[in-house]
T-cell receptor, first 113, second 112 residues
């Protein structure tokens, strides 16, 4: 069975600093990988996705992620964060058919001035 | 824009009540999903449906059932609500041949 591990439950960071949110997955088959963001009191919104092709994927709001097959990782990065990036971030993997996703437990990004 | 709506943002029910959570999408999506979200546990899949009247169990189906009589509507049913079903419930849908899920705003259910 596939699983997704987000190693950090919370990541505090100062505004304009770079950030990396880590995600590792386990799956014996090819996967599709996603990062979703959830702002307070809202549903989830797709940040970026990796389906195939270039391993460096760019998303909305200046975020990017790199797929590393050998390390089974899909870490999310942003070179300079804003207060408005404060949210919970979920990594997800799809390999079960019917577009089902398995989510990690989430990482809360806390940006302070 | 894709729109996924859920019938209530907040709901308070008593133990033993039958609870219906409704989800409607307006983009003719085939696949629809129900998740529950709990702090520290992320999102866990309860049920999903890939067509009208078709349903599949997810990872935590116990205590829940679903109904999909029309393509645009997917209902989650708690036959007899219990306090351990207090949670945030999120509905999502995907268009054909896509893995991108579109989420509704969620229903925060409290069972007392």
């Amino acid at each position: 069975a596939q699983s997704v591990t987000q190693l950090d439950s919370q990541v505090p960071v100062f505004e304009e600093a770079p950030v990396e949110l880590r995600c590792n997955y386990s799956s014996s088959v090819s996967v599709y990988l996603f990062w979703y963001v959830q702002y307070p009191n809202q549903g989830l919104q797709l940040l970026l996705k990796y389906l195939s092709g270039s391993t460096l994927v760019k998303g909305i709001n200046g975020f990017e992620a790199e797929f590393n097959k050998s390390q089974t990782s899909f870490h999310l990065r942003k070179p300079s964060v804003h207060i408005s990036d404060t949210a919970e971030y979920f990594c997800a993997v799809s390999d079960r058919g019917y577009s089902t996703l398995t989510f990690g437990k989430g990482t809360m990004l806390l940006v302070s001035p | 824009d894709v729109k996924v709506t859920q019938s209530s943002r907040y709901l308070v029910k008593r133990t033993g009540e039958k609870v219906f959570l409704e989800c409607v999408q307006d983009m003719d999506h085939e696949n629809m999903f129900w998740y529950r979200q709990d702090p520290g546990l992320g999102l866990r899949l309860i049920y999903f449906s890939y067509d009208v009247k078709m349903k599949e169990k997810g990872d935590i189906p116990e205590g829940y059932s679903v109904s999909r009589e029309k393509k645009e509507r997917f209902s989650l049913i708690l036959e007899s609500a219990s306090t351990n079903q207090t949670s945030m419930y999120l509905c999502a849908s995907t268009p054909p041949l896509s893995f991108e899920q579109y989420f509704g705003p969620g229903t925060r259910l409290t069972v007392t």
